[in-house]
């Protein structure tokens, strides 16, 4: 009886054990996080079919479904459909894949970006210049929200994914040429307002073009440049005092044709050979250059990128030979 009984009790422990066992691999079942990367979250947003349609044909998807960390400025249906309007294209398909390779990637960033990260000045996005392979500049404008290039404003940031962060915005950035710069950046208002001047400058057509001469070398004279020139000739009191022929002589000074010369090219003594006189690049002490009058100033801002050239930004307006 007692043999019975020590039985019983024993298939009793055994089967507890069993219930017990059982209920803990219960427990212990691990369910899969969803993946919530850049690619998944356009794939799962119907208001971004078109970044994703956009995305699948220039065979990006699996570049924003991984493991490295991007900030995406995600341009949605309504934007794409008035990117395609205004460029003549009848839909995505219509785009050439090597151009809309190049417009998404100006839309990606390396690394994750917040909208606290942001501040106002240039970044460089993963699109490329062809001749160099540098990658475009993107200029941002935090002054009132966040605008890029002038052009596209973010609408929702800091949507946070397993690989970055995504700022949906209104308008496809289109990839911006020295003109695009030169008209978002306000640091470049007043040659903005030289190259207008006159109804007879082709400035604005010429350097917006992305076939030859481009690409284009850009020296751009900030506002304070042209201030100081102002003050510096005789007889003028404004932009508006310079006689037409040497304004454009000026200008010419300032642009370099089918050359993108990006700043680790120049070397001291270096002579560029513009569209007007030359002028003489020093690197001694400092990117610094010399015109035909003898005077100095300071490369402040070197290497931004277009698609159809490259801007260094200066601090004096270089002059033609004035004798």
Known sequence: MKKKKTLILMA??????????????????????????????????????SLGA????????????GTTAYTVFAPNNAAFDAFLASNGFANLEAVPTDVLTQVLL?????????????????????????????????????????????????????????????HAVDAVI????????????????????????EDS?????TLSTKTSPAPFTVFAPTDQAFADLVAELDGVNSLADIPTATLEATLN????????????????????????????INTTNGA?????????GNIIVTDVQAVNGVIHAIDKVILPSLE
């Not at 606290?116 to 160099?132: F, N």
């Not at 400058?201 to 057509?205: E, I, L, S």
């Not at 001291?268 to 007007?276: A, F, P």
């Open 253 to 280: 000074t300032h642009v370099v044709a089918q050359a993108n010369v990006l700043a680790s090219t120049l070397t001291d003594g270096m002579i560029v050979s513009t569209l007007g006189d030359n002028f003489t």
């Open 201 to 205: 400058f082709t400035y604005v057509a």
């Open 106 to 166: 100006n839309h990606v960033v390396s690394g994750t970006n917040t909208s606290s990260d942001l501040s106002t000045g240039y970044i460089k996005t993963l699109a490329e210049e062809a001749t160099t392979q540098n990658t475009l500049s993107m200029y941002v404008n935090t002054s009132n929200g966040v605008v890029l290039n002038g052009a596209a404003t973010v609408t929702t940031a800091n949507v946070d994914v397993d690989n970055g962060v995504i």
């Open 174 to 197: 289109d990839l911006p040429t020295v003109v695009t710069f030169a008209t978002a950046d306000s640091t470049f208002g007043s040659l903005v307002a030289a190259l207008t001047r």
């Open 54 to 65: 956009a995305l699948d044909r220039a065979g990006l998807t699996g570049v924003l479904d």
């Open 12 to 49: 009793f422990v055994i089967s507890l054990f069993t219930l017990t066992s059982c209920s803990d691999d219960d427990n212990n079942v691990v369910t899969p996080i969803p993946s919530n990367t850049i690619a998944d979250f356009v794939a799962a947003n119907s208001d971004f079919s």
């Open 288 to 296: 610094t250059f010399t015109d035909l009058n003898g005077r100095t």
